[in-house]
């Protein structure tokens, strides 16, 4: 059975028991869907997920099969595995060089400027949309270098999980190793 956009109009708890419901309804039938939800392809089994790319280099469509498999596997993880999409979002994109270069806490000086004039005397229609998207700009960056700070701290704990996993086995490996006689 072929059913296209098997996520569409779904919502996500749907998405993620359709293809369980219909493998155990119809045991017998192979499905082949297309989906744009990592939702429908968390739990796939190793070859169950085949992915259509376009080869750069020859310009034709190309059905890769993904030799692994998805079970346990996050949404993020899905999206970089098997769509291919990096985690960040358009603003972030936006504002993640400047957010990097500026100094966490530094104010834009155009801004603060601009908020001097503000105290002295009030602004005109341009002058206080300028400093409005100025304020958004500000509280844009700001966000954006707290998702590059608790990003950077979710790679270092997961890191150090690794390290105390990798350590823990070898402990464990040398408990069960009985000393040379």
Same mark, same amino acid.
């Given at each position: 059975?072929?059913?296209?956009?098997?996520?569409?109009?779904?919502?996500?708890?749907? %998405?993620?028991?359709?293809?369980?419901?219909?493998?155990?309804?119809?045991?017998?039938?192979?499905?082949?869907? !297309? =989906?744009? !939800?990592?939702?429908?392809? $968390?739990?796939?089994?190793?070859?169950?997920?085949?992915?259509?790319? +376009?080869?750069?280099?020859?310009?034709?469509?190309?059905? /890769?099969?993904?030799?692994?498999?998805?079970?346990?596997?996050? =949404?993020?993880?899905? *999206?970089?595995?098997?769509? *291919?999409?990096? /985690?960040?979002?358009?603003?972030? @994109? /936006? *504002? =993640?060089?400047?957010?990097?270069?500026?100094?966490?806490? $530094?104010?834009?000086? /155009?801004?603060?400027?601009?908020?001097?004039?503000?105290?002295?005397?009030?602004?005109?229609?341009?002058? %206080?949309?300028?400093? =409005?998207?100025?304020?958004?700009?500000?509280? @844009?960056?700001?966000?954006?270098?707290?998702?590059?700070? #608790? +990003? #950077?701290? %979710?790679?270092? @704990?997961? $890191? +150090?999980? !690794?390290? @105390?996993?990798?350590?823990?086995?070898?402990? #464990?490996?040398?408990?069960?190793?009985?000393?040379?006689?």
């Amino acid at each position: 059975m072929i059913i296209d956009e098997i996520d569409a109009h779904l919502h996500p708890n749907w %998405q993620q028991m359709v293809m369980g419901l219909l493998t155990h309804t119809f045991p017998n039938v192979q499905f082949i869907v !297309s =989906a744009h !939800s990592p939702l429908i392809v $968390a739990g796939c089994d190793f070859g169950e997920v085949s992915v259509l790319t +376009r080869d750069p280099t020859t310009d034709r469509f190309v059905l /890769e099969t993904k030799r692994e498999d998805f079970l346990g596997t996050t =949404a993020t993880e899905l *999206y970089k595995d098997a769509f *291919y999409i990096v /985690e960040a979002d358009r603003l972030f @994109l /936006e *504002y =993640a060089d400047e957010a990097t270069r500026r100094q966490p806490g $530094a104010v834009d000086p /155009e801004r603060l400027r601009l908020e001097l004039l503000l105290e002295k005397a009030p602004l005109g229609p341009t002058q %206080q949309e300028r400093l =409005a998207e100025l304020r958004r700009r500000d509280r @844009l960056i700001s966000r954006t270098q707290a998702a590059q700070e #608790k +990003r #950077k701290n %979710q790679l270092e @704990l997961e $890191a +150090r999980i !690794s390290r @105390l996993e990798l350590e823990n086995r070898m402990l #464990k490996a040398a408990q069960r190793t009985p000393p040379p006689s």
